[in-house]
């Protein structure tokens, strides 16, 4: 198992954040938008959960990547499993990965989805 030391604090690199399902191209072209931001991933992970995710240095992270606020950090931090982290958890997270809006123009067409999918997003209470 990789120890945080030799990681280079990978996990404090980076922001990743739930979003909704993109379900007409409305969003499609939401996420192109998105992925044409250096450092923005986007993917769908192994529990069918839409991540959107910013390659970004927390501010907290010290000389020898050690945290500076360690003792008063965020549960969120705090909860991180080392065992399960994403320098030794098993496999990759992500079902399908999106870097580039090429990536999803590809997608898109290979499904059929481009197609098949409303323009506008039905009336929900996300967006009603
Ligand atoms: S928890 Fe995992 S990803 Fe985070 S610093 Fe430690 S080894 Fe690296
Ligand atoms: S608060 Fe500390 S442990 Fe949490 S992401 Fe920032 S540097 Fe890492």
Redesign the pocket.
Known sequence: M???E???????RYIAVETDPPDCLDDWDQIKWLLMHEGVSVYLDNEDDWIIEVTTKCKNLGPG?KCKIYNNHPDLCKD?D?KT????GKGKVEKILFKTAEDVDSYLKKTGLDKSLPKECPKTSRNS
């Open positions: 990789i120890n945080c030799e990681c280079g604090a990978k996990c404090c990547n991180h080392i982290c994403v320098m030794n």
